[in-house]
């Protein structure tokens, strides 16, 4: 009996770029990524800062927004596969973000 093996090889992100619509990502094999932002809603609601504060995570396989308390792995953008947040979570993440903006608004001198 013949078998056919497929050998797969993990997609390694080398760079990452944001912009207003798109996140763009350069893999170490040549190739780039670019897909909407609108895909990744905490992406899409992140101040252009926040969206720059990025790190690789697992050798390239992965990246991660610290401030926006997001991942997303490399394979899942080479998949085309946008998040799979629940509307429940990214509302109750955006309250918890909007929740401090409001206060040290309040705080300042008008």
């Known amino acids: 009996m013949d078998s056919l093996v497929i050998k797969t090889r993990t997609a390694a992100v080398q760079d990452v770029v944001v912009t207003d619509d798109s996140l763009m990502v350069d893999l170490v094999d040549g190739r780039t990524v670019s897909v909407p932002l609108a895909w990744y809603p905490r992406l899409l609601h992140g101040q252009p800062e926040?969206?720059?504060?990025w790190?690789?995570?697992?050798?390239?396989?992965?990246?991660?927004?610290?401030?926006?308390?997001?991942?997303?792995?490399?394979?899942?953008?080479?998949?085309?596969?946008?998040?799979?947040?629940?509307?429940?979570s990214l509302s109750r993440w955006l309250q918890t973000r909007v929740a401090p903006r409001q206060a040290s608004s309040q705080l300042q001198p008008a």
Do not use: K, T, V
């Open 50 to 53: 926040e969206r720059n504060n």
């Open 55 to 88: 790190r690789l995570i697992g050798h390239g396989e992965g990246i991660h927004w610290p401030d926006l308390d997001e991942d997303i792995s490399a394979e899942n953008i080479l998949f085309g596969q946008p998040s799979g947040e629940s509307q429940r």
